[in-house]
């Protein structure tokens, strides 16, 4: 049985994709103008850090500059589109309930993650935050999961559960030595040898498959 579960946030918990798509169109209309990006595209910046993204897609501005038209740009963004996928207050309750900790572990700043808390009405229900702030290295790197391990005092990685949506994410449970269980509501382009140890369509029955299997 697991301890602890912990949840990536865009893409998992937090439906994010309206907000990204939305930003970056007036980023690139703004500072590439004759650039035409797809949405499939931009839905790929969902996962890595954002600030790396920004560097990749804008390698003419200032990196920080970049980073702050993101931020002024996305928090309109954010309360237009911004919303928890179904039954994630559920889930989480339902793993107090048997004991288990519930904690996120995000590439995103503690700020946006903070926000993006609040407006899906969702503060106060999980036990750890660890954003691109609290670590040295960003996901893949698995810090973030290791210290979330040092916070709940677990030393077994057998009892540590990630669960996310990108192959960003993926590869993080793997560098820990961790089970991942992969999402599969959001469209995310995931090589096929790829292999889970679960896959995951809804929250409602998330319980059931991690017992089942």
């Known amino acids: 049985m ?4 912990l949840f990536d946030m865009d893409g998992t918990i937090a439906d994010t994709d309206g907000m990204l798509v939305a930003t970056f169109i007036e980023l690139y209309r703004l500072y590439r103008p004759d ?5 499939d595209h931009m839905l790929t ?9 920004l560097k990749r897609e804008f390698p003419h501005l200032d990196p920080q500059f970049a980073f702050d ?3 002024r ?3 309109p963004n954010y309360k237009k589109h911004v919303k928890p996928f179904p039954f994630v207050r559920e889930l989480v309750e339902q793993l107090h309930e048997r004991g288990i900790k519930a904690g996120i ?3 995103k700043h503690r700020y946006p993650s903070e926000y993006t808390i609040s407006l899906m009405k969702l503060e106060g229900i999980f036990d750890l935050l660890i954003a691109h702030d609290d670590v040295k290295m960003p ?10 391990m040092n916070f709940f005092g677990i ?11 990108t192959l960003t994410d993926y590869l993080t449970a793997r560098n820990a030595g961790v089970d991942i269980a992969l999402v599969t509501w959001t469209p995310r382009d995931i090589p096929s040898e790829v292999k889970a140890d679960y896959y995951i369509d809804s929250f409602h029955n998330f319980i059931e498959v991690i017992n089942d299997e």
């Not at 697991?2 to 579960?5: D, P, Q, R, S, T």
């Not at 996901?139 to 979330?148: D, L, R, S, T, Y």
């Not at 030393?155 to 949506?165: A, I, M, T």
């Open 2 to 5: 697991y301890k602890i579960v």
């Open 35 to 39: 650039y035409q990006a797809t949405i």
């Open 45 to 53: 910046f969902s996962g890595p850090p954002i600030f790396d993204t």
């Open 69 to 71: 038209e993101f931020r």
């Open 73 to 75: 740009l996305s928090l």
């Open 105 to 107: 572990v995000t590439s």
């Open 139 to 148: 996901k893949p790197n698995p810090e973030g999961i290791f210290k979330a």
């Open 155 to 165: 030393n077994s990685k057998k009892e540590v559960l990630f669960v996310g949506d």
